[in-house]
């Protein structure tokens, strides 16, 4: 091999290094450019915008907290609009069973938040629902009928003879768990009515 082809193969080495070189720095400088900057969420985003949830799980839209029981599917506490009528707290608690007395229920009365909502049963005696309280007091209060199981509070109840605080409770709580009383003979199922109790009670109220 002569000189000139030589020094001609040493060249082509050099120039291809430098390409090696210069090709290898070019993506390195493209592939360490600055990092993006973070993703931040927005306050709709995290939950924190208009209409969202509060800490303690209060909405920033208000509402009100009405109590219904009774011969409703789902009684308890329900949360209900501003403005919202007794017709829409019973549609809230799933619906009036079969045998509820809606006739004895004002369903167009505007709800105040705190307002206990009783759907009565056919047969039993009821009353438009009064605000802040129950759905009308009992027939009793007059002197003229007995109170209704029905309808009746815990004060109501207590005024019984042989009632106390407790007891009272637990007939109401049972009242609502089970839609109402389908008869006095249903009371022998709450804690602490045994026979003589039951005895004393049993021409005292009715369904």
Known sequence: MGETAKWQMVAWAVAAAMLVFAGARLLGERGSGPDPPPVRLGRSAAGGGAGGARPGGVK??????????????RPGLLRVPDGARVAAAIARAGGA????DLTAVNLAQPLEDGQQVIVPRQ??????????????????????????LATATVDQLEQL???????AARIV???????????VEELR???????????????AVRP
């Open 189 to 203: 199922e709450v804690e602490g009515i045994g026979e003589k109790r039951f005895a004393a009670l049993r021409d």
């Open 97 to 100: 069973v079969r045998g509820a």
């Open 161 to 167: 003879d042989g009632i106390g605080p407790a007891l």
């Open 123 to 148: 047969g039993s005696a009821g009353a438009p629902t009064a605000p802040g309280g129950a759905a009308g007091a009992p027939a009793g209060a007059s002197g003229s009928a007995l109170p209704s």
């Open 60 to 73: 920033a839209d208000g509402g009100l907290y009405v109590h219904v029981a009774g011969a409703v599917r």
């Open 173 to 183: 709580e049972y009242r609502e768990s089970h839609g109402g009383f389908r008869s």
